[in-house]
């Protein structure tokens, strides 16, 4: 099945720790995204990348670094300069500007 | 910065009644999409309408659009327990079609 995989669904690390979401897609789809989900809220735009090595910055990058060497994959480094890292991260990818998202389940990341 | 606003927050029913969900917006716009999200999970997307349409249908949902007003509601007909969700909407607006925008969404339950 066609689809997008994270892993892993739930993450724990200390504080001062950098982590690294995975996120693999098989859909041949160009444009890869994460966003980042706090309770009650809507979602918010970390990075992007609408072609192999090449990405953005959304909204809220700082503490964030990306890498795209693959098309099928987009790692997510959560540094140990983001401030508030506990959320629910959410990879997805389109085929293009303005196409229908296809998200993944998420990962959780707690850090205490 | 949140483009999009959800109304209501959150929307109870019984099953086969109807729901109906608004989603406002601050500057023009590409094509607006709406998506929903079951607890815990990534996003489905359900719906894409463009800024020269008016109105859509897929199924049970109907998405309208009136950009004078910059906003846009989805119908829900004879609603389901499994209809028990999140739903956001996302805008795309001009100038960068990647960066789409999400509101913080309404969470409608539909009691059996």
């Known amino acids: 099945d066609g689809g997008i995989t994270q892993s892993p669904k739930y993450l724990f690390r200390k504080e001062g720790q950098n982590v690294t979401l995975s996120c693999e897609q098989n859909?041949?789809?160009?444009?890869m995204y994460w966003y980042r989900q706090d309770p009650g809220q809507g979602l918010r735009l970390i990075y992007y990348?609408?072609?192999?090595?090449?990405?953005q910055k959304g909204d809220i990058a700082e503490g964030y670094s990306v890498s795209r060497e693959k098309k099928e994959s987009f790692p997510l480094t959560v540094t140990s300069a983001q401030k508030n890292p506990t959320a629910f991260y959410l990879c997805?990818?389109?085929?293009?500007?303005?196409?229908?998202?296809?998200f993944g389940n998420g990962t959780r990341l707690t850090v205490t | 910065s949140q483009q999009g606003e959800e109304d209501p927050q959150a929307l109870s029913i019984q099953e086969g009644e109807n729901a109906t969900m608004n989603c406002s917006y601050k500057?023009?716009?590409?094509?607006l999409q709406w998506y929903r999200q079951n607890s815990g999970r990534g996003l489905v997307h359900l719906i894409l309408?463009?800024?020269?349409?008016r109105e859509k249908h897929s199924g049970r949902l109907r998405v309208t659009l009136d950009t004078s007003k910059k906003s846009s509601s989805l119908l829900i007909t004879a609603s389901r327990a499994a209809d028990t969700a999140s739903y956001f909407c996302?805008?795309?607006?001009?100038?960068?079609?990647?960066?789409?925008?999400f509101g913080k969404g309404t969470l409608l339950t539909v009691n059996p």
């Open positions: 997805a990818s389109s085929l293009g500007g303005g196409s229908p998202l296809h």
């Open positions: 859909l041949n789809h160009d444009a």
């Open positions: 990348s609408q072609i192999v090595n090449d990405f």
């Open positions: 500057t023009s716009i590409n094509n």
């Open positions: 309408i463009r800024s020269n349409e």
């Open positions: 996302a805008t795309s607006p001009g100038g960068s079609n990647y960066k789409l925008t």
